[in-house]
Every structure is written in structure tokens, then in C-alpha cells.
């Protein structure tokens, strides 16, 4: 089978994954191809590994049976394609413990007041009771959603003797100490949360999961952090409770509005403000540009998670991280 990698492969990436490759598999690198190879790589290719496939590319592959991801995220990924035309889509977790410790930097931050005890000092202000301190210590935290991400970041809250709380689909679970609610229980458990980790896929489904009356019922002592996707919270909703101190806090890495390119040299338009709603104007909330995967965590990891993968549907058994196209995660 013709296994076409849209992402750069290191040479020493590429000799590894040639030695835990099946040894049917024809390896072909997009971006060391010319424009018109690019093209016929396209047409021929059964296997896709990374990249995001555009309308051209989409109307190019003809072939295509498997595409495999290397990160997590879908929105930008056009699953209806997927569906009508019978190819499988898996997605990659392998990252979910880097994701998970961004999401708790966010939380101390946040709850330690980092970012403006640091601005007094740096204007010579030392009045330490000015932004007290929270503690982690016995709080208690809710999930929305408990996937990989989840239970890596619950890893890290362990030593705080915190109680857990978890909202999903079912409350089917084999773990014991996290409390479970159904999504038409989320109010019971949304009011009874000191922090709220929300690693919820942007769907359908989950699109403005907190809204108005999400808010209406949260402690004032509350502090919500976000590494899952953008829409997944209301923006209008959670700016008011910030801007009216509703809620403490909030720590956010996943945005409404984004560039069409960024990073230092490439950013375009400047400046591109993450929301409609000025929250970089709030002193409650700390911003991060979508940014908690850019790690020094070795790319080859993300290769060795999904090799393995492509080995299982080479001979033909069965997938891991397989996209449910109809839930969109």
C-alpha cells in the first residue's frame, strides 16, 4: 500500500519508521515532491498520515481508504468527506499528558494570581495580600468530558487530595474515585465545583456546553480552565462572568477567532484578537495562544503512537483512536 506522509519527516524519523513500518508499505514524503508528483501522490495514495486535507485535496485523492492524524483536534477536518465516501479516520492521544500539564500550569497560574502578583513586584509593590492565593488542597474538580486528556491532568491533581467530579455521555465507569454525571445532570455538578478542566472536542453536541445558565450556577469562587476547543464555552456568557466577577477566574488556551497564519514571523492579520469580546481588557483571566502542544516533546513519539496504527489497518485488524464520524470525535 502507498503510505503518503503530509507532514515533514527528520531522517532519523524517517529510518525509524522504516523499521517498524509493515514492509508492504511504499513510503512517499509530500513535501519533498514537486508540484505534479505532489498531485499523482495524491491520486495513488491509500494511506494518509497528518496533515489537513483542503477542498483541492479532497477533490485529488482517489484512492484514499485511511487517513491517519497526528494530533487530536477535528473541526478543521472535513468529516462529511469521510463519511460519504467510506474512508476511516483515526485521530492521535499520544500528546494528552502535554496537553494535561499546560491545562495545570494554567490552573496554578490562575489560582495563585501569577500574572498580577508579578506586575506589582515588577512595579516595586510588594503588598503580598493584595491577590490571595487559592489552594488546591481539598477542592473539589470537575471534568467536562473524561477522556485521555482528563485522566492525565487527575494524575496531576492527585497529591492535593482533591474530590473528583466527571461529566459524560454515561456514567457507565470501572473508576471509582471520580462521582459521574449525565450531560441533563451538568447543573448538579457544575455548582458544586471550585475548578472546572474542560477538555471537551468542539462538535455538534458540545457547542456552547457552558452558556448562560452554566454560569447562573457556578461558585464566585470558581476557576475554569480550557484546553479542549473554543466553542465548546459560550464566549459572550463566560466574558460577563469574568468582566462582573461571577465567577474568580479563567485560564484559556482554545480561541473563537484566529489568524489565518500564525507564529512570530508569519501572523497575519496583526493584531488578531482571540474573541469578539475583549477579554485581553480583564484582570481575571490568563491568555494562551493555543499553544500547549509546542513542547519540546520529540515528534517522533507522535510516529511511534501511529505507526502501529497503520500497521493494523495494513493487515487488516482493528484500528485504535477510530473517529465516530456520526459524534464527530
Excluded at 18 to 47: C, G, H, M, P, R
Excluded at 105 to 121: H, W, Y
Excluded at 167 to 196: G, P
Amino acid at each position: 500500500m502507498k503510505v503518503l506522509f503530509m507532514t515533514n519527516v527528520q531522517e532519523e524519523e524517517k529510518k525509524i519508521t522504516k523499521k517498524t513500518i509493515d514492509s508492504s508499505a511504499l513510503l512517499v514524503y509530500y513535501f519533498e515532491l514537486n508540484d505534479e508528483e505532489k498531485n499523482k501522490a495524491l491520486q495513488t495514495a491509500d494511506i494518509i498520515v497528518g496533515g489537513r486535507l483542503t477542498d483541492e485535496h479532497l477533490a485529488t485523492v482517489k484512492n484514499l481508504k485511511f487517513h491517519q492524524i497526528l494530533g487530536t483536534g477535528l473541526n478543521r477536518h472535513k468529516l462529511s468527506f469521510y463519511k460519504e465516501n467510506n474512508i476511516m479516520l483515526c485521530n492521535n492521544h499520544s500528546h494528552a499528558s502535554i496537553i494535561a500539564e499546560h491545562g495545570f500550569s494554567l490552573l496554578n497560574a490562575a489560582s495563585k494570581e501569577l500574572d498580577r502578583n508579578d506586575k506589582l513586584l515588577r512595579e516595586g509593590n510588594w503588598d503580598y495580600r493584595k491577590f490571595q492565593s487559592v489552594t488546591l488542597f481539598d477542592k473539589k474538580m470537575l471534568f467536562l468530558g473524561y477522556g485521555e486528556i482528563a485522566k492525565q491532568f487527575k494524575k496531576m491533581c492527585e497529591p492535593f487530595n482533591m474530590k473528583y467530579l466527571a461529566i459524560k455521555r454515561n456514567k457507565a465507569s470501572t473508576v471509582e474515585d471520580v462521582e459521574f454525571f449525565t450531560v441533563e445532570e451538568k447543573l448538579e455538578a457544575i455548582k458544586q465545583a471550585d475548578f472546572i478542566f474542560n477538555s471537551l472536542p468542539g462538535t455538534t453536541k458540545t457547542e456552547n456546553f457552558l452558556d448562560q445558565k452554566e454560569f447562573a450556577v457556578m461558585k464566585s469562587s470558581a476557576i475554569i480552565v480550557n484546553v479542549g476547543r473554543g466553542i465548546t464555552i459560550n464566549a459572550e456568557a463566560m466574558f460577563n462572568a469574568l468582566k462582573d466577577k461571577k465567577i474568580k477566574a479563567a485560564a484559556i488556551d482554545v480561541w473563537y477567532n484566529y489568524p489565518q497564519r500564525r507564529g512570530s514571523d508569519e501572523q497575519d492579520p496583526i493584531p488578531c484578537y482571540p474573541s469578539d469580546f475583549p477579554f485581553q481588557e480583564l484582570d481575571n483571566i490568563i491568555m494562551s495562544a493555543h499553544r500547549a502542544w509546542n513542547t519540546d516533546f520529540p515528534r517522533r513519539y507522535f510516529l511511534d503512537a501511529v505507526i502501529p496504527n497503520i500497521n493494523r489497518f495494513i493487515r487488516g485488524e482493528e484500528l485504535k483512536n477510530m473517529v465516530n464520524l456520526d459524534e464527530e470525535y
